[in-house]
DNA sequence: CGGTATCCTCACGGATACTG
DNA sequence: CAGTATCCGTGAGGATACCG
């Protein structure tokens, strides 16, 4: 790498994960694509996420366009999300990131305790 | 999904996100992946991060057996950066991530652009 | 060069209450 | 049910200064 230069792709890489990097987008993410059609409450039941957080992130999604908000005026009303082509193609990405997790849990807590018992 | 109990995956992964799953962390490891070996002001360079989060983060990730840290004692100091074996198999899904955010960011931003006029 | 220490700011995010 | 509004605490993270 010349030395006086930033890594080419990081600045918009950086960009992109501002935008739909957080923890609550991914698990939005991760849910919608396991089990299609979710409700408001089913996301929020589901992930243990503050409604507010939950509220923000769907909306930031929808803007961003990965997820589509279905609006049934019904009494008590009732909006489905699910997601987008885009939001699909996220979940490739994101869904081998949740599986790498999963698979290397114990490895880093096992990992960490060794490095604490040398400290 | 039944509609009492929780995202069952997400709690364990919402963990490790937790740990390694913030921004710094993905652009460290796509960096080192990329060049294979950095020295701390290299990649301080490359990623625009503050001294302080490139310290801070590079010590986590060694913490948790993603990065390994060989320090030579020359005048001046020359410390080495390198993934270890488990840092390079989260190359795979960061990567995966860097990929569809390069190939995404116009398209997210055509959305929001979209979004916001419709508003 | 490769850090640590300190200070300071602001955004993340929970708790609670209220509404159509 | 599906939000919005408000308040508030904590922690991420930059700026700066200093050190071996």
Same mark, same amino acid.
């Given at each position: ?14 960009? *992109?994960? %501002?935008?739909? @990097?957080? =923890?609550?987008?991914? /698990? ?5 694509? =396991? ?5 408001? #409450?089913? &996301?929020? =039941? %589901? ?6 957080? &939950? ?9 961003? @366009? /990965? ?5 049934? !005026? %019904?009494?008590?009303?009732? *909006? ?6 885009? @939001? =699909?193609?996220?979940?490739? !990405?994101? #869904?081998?990131?949740? &599986? ?20």
């Amino acid at each position: 790498m010349p030395d006086n230069i930033q890594c080419p792709d990081c600045k918009r890489i950086n960009e *992109v994960l %501002s935008r739909v @990097g957080d =923890r609550w987008s991914f /698990l939005v993410v991760f849910s919608l694509a =396991r089990y299609g059609t979710l409700r408001f #409450n089913e &996301l929020k =039941r %589901s992930l243990g996420i503050s409604q507010r957080m &939950l509220s923000l992130t769907l909306k930031q999604l929808e803007r961003d @366009g /990965l997820v589509h908000r279905t609006y049934h !005026p %019904s009494i008590p009303p009732k *909006v489905e999300y699910t997601l987008t082509e885009t @939001g =699909r193609s996220f979940h490739e !990405p994101v #869904n081998a990131l949740g &599986l790498w997790a999963l698979e290397n849990l114990d490895k880093i807590e096992t990992a960490r305790r060794a490095y604490d018992e040398t400290v």
